[in-house]
């Protein structure tokens, strides 16, 4: 069974720090383009940070360029969002998402991975993250 687990969500204050983890089961990694979005109570489901599956480019959305950083942790066949300097604003559910090859190879920006959520055939359960004092 193909799944993405998301987890290390929480409670934390603002200027805090958070580190989520999105593993893998049934397919890997790896080979996939990955997305970390987030949806706000009463809001779209947005981007915040995507890395392609080629050559490791990431993007950020503007609101969270600075504090935020993905990054990949191929042995464990998991990807990491980390997450510095939190602001209430961040509060959210946050899901990570997955590309798969034959779709990456069509896309041409790493930005449009974290636009079009169309792309995306595998995604986790979602981890809350709520920032306050």
């Known amino acids: 069974q193909l799944q993405l687990v998301e987890s290390g969500g929480g409670l934390v204050q603002p200027g805090g720090s958070l580190r989520l983890s999105c593993a893998a089961s049934?397919?890997?990694?790896?080979?996939?383009?990955i997305g970390w979005f987030r949806q706000a109570p009463g809001k779209e489901r947005e981007g915040v940070s995507c890395?392609?599956?080629?050559?490791?480019?990431?993007y950020y959305a503007d609101s969270v360029k600075g504090g935020f950083t993905i990054s990949r942790d191929n042995a464990k066949n998991t990807v990491h969002l980390q997450m510095n300097s939190l602001k209430p604003e961040d509060t959210a559910v946050y899901y990570c998402?997955?590309?798969?090859?034959?779709?990456?190879?069509?896309?041409?920006?790493?930005?449009?991975?974290?636009?079009?959520?169309?792309?995306?055939?595998?995604w986790g359960q979602g981890t809350q993250v709520t920032v306050s004092s």
């Open positions: 049934g397919f890997t990694l790896g080979y996939y383009g």
């Open positions: 998402a997955a590309v798969p090859p034959h779709r990456m190879r069509r896309i041409t920006t790493v930005q449009a991975m974290c636009i079009d959520r169309n792309v995306y055939d595998y």
């Open positions: 890395i392609s599956s080629s050559d490791g480019s990431t």
